[in-house]
């Protein structure tokens, strides 16, 4: 079974949809997890909590859609 190109993943995959991206770094790897803003043949921008990350295509090593968030917890009543 030969899977598609995490690149390829990208360049069909339609803005606003949630994923996660693996690329490398210096020292190894890290992810991206959020929104996919935009791609083109060069990049990808991902809207993460912190900020919008545009990352090289040739850096990327795995791409996936994953679900939404899950909801927000409710305060805690504070104590008496």
Known sequence: MNSP???????????????????????????ALGYLLSVTDGACT?????????????????AKEVPPPPPRRKPRPAPQ
Not at 24 to 30: E, L, M, S, Y
Request: positive net charge.
């Open 5 to 31: 190109r995490p690149q390829d993943f990208l360049l069909n995959t339609a803005s606003g949809t949630r994923v996660v991206v693996r690329y490398r770094v210096d020292n190894g790897f890290t992810d």
């Open 46 to 62: 991902i809207r993460t909590r912190r900020s919008d990350v545009e990352i090289p295509l040739a850096l990327v090593v795995a």
